[in-house]
């Protein structure tokens, strides 16, 4: 069955770092590029940041300034977010999405990350 | 970069049909043939419903059309069906290593 897994999310204070990890099976993962998306409460999609398949080619929105660092480990097939210097406004669910097609054709549930104090 | 222009809203009773419409510019929709379409329904994680603006995968219905013309994409959902009420979301990449999203489009099924 194929399914992306993300874990790690939780409550972070702002100015602190998360790390959000999306555990893939039931295709060649390393053979995809990978893209995360996020959607704050209420909000709509937002692109974060996309990564070819050897993690040598990585994407990222303008807004994020150098603050967040898409990564992957293809021996354990395995996508992951560093994010620091956090804000508020950085509270969104992040999904994990496979690429294929020219588009994102299989996403994950979901891991919330909050900002707060 | 901004995000694609999406209307907020669209309605339509059972059996019509809407398009809804998703407008950027030369550097994204008009310069791409990468245009996809998502449905997200609340709580639930996105469906790729259109990629390269006019196919569809497998399983997705073909009352579910996408088109484009210069800088505006749109999709058509022909025969509405309560299901489809939903928020459809467009996407395309965009110049410089840059993929964008739409704001989204609720659609409802009076």
């Known amino acids: 069955e194929v399914q992306l897994v993300e874990s790690g999310g939780g409550l972070v204070q702002p100015g602190g770092s998360r790390r959000v990890s999306c555990a893939v099976s039931g295709f060649m993962f390393r053979s995809h590029w990978m893209t995360w998306v996020r959607q704050a409460p209420g909000k709509g999609l937002e692109w974060v940041a996309s990564i070819n398949p050897d993690g040598g080619d990585t994407w990222y929105g303008d807004y994020l300034k150098g603050r967040f660092t898409i990564s992957r480990d293809n021996a354990k097939n395995s996508l992951y977010l560093q994010m620091n210097s956090l804000r508020v406004e950085d509270t969104a669910v992040y999904y994990c999405?496979?690429?294929?097609?020219?588009?994102?054709?299989?996403w994950g549930q979901g891991t919330l990350v909050t900002v707060s104090s | 970069q901004s995000a694609l222009t999406q209307p907020p809203s669209a309605s339509g009773s059972p059996g019509q049909s809407v398009t809804i419409s998703c407008t950027g510019t030369s550097g994204d929709v008009g310069g791409y043939d990468y245009v996809s379409w998502y449905q997200q329904y609340p709580g639930k994680a996105p469906k790729l419903m259109i990629y390269?603006?006019?196919k569809r995968p497998s399983g997705v219905p073909d009352r579910f059309s996408g088109s484009k013309s210069a800088n505006t994409a749109s999709l058509t959902v022909s025969g509405l069906q309560a299901e489809d009420e939903a928020v459809y979301y467009c996407?395309?990449?965009?110049?410089?290593?840059?993929?964008?999203f739409g704001g989204g489009t609720k659609l409802t099924v009076l």
């Open positions: 996407s395309s990449y965009a110049a410089y290593k840059k993929l964008l």
């Open positions: 390269e603006v006019t």
């Open positions: 999405t496979r690429d294929n097609l020219n588009a994102r054709d299989l």
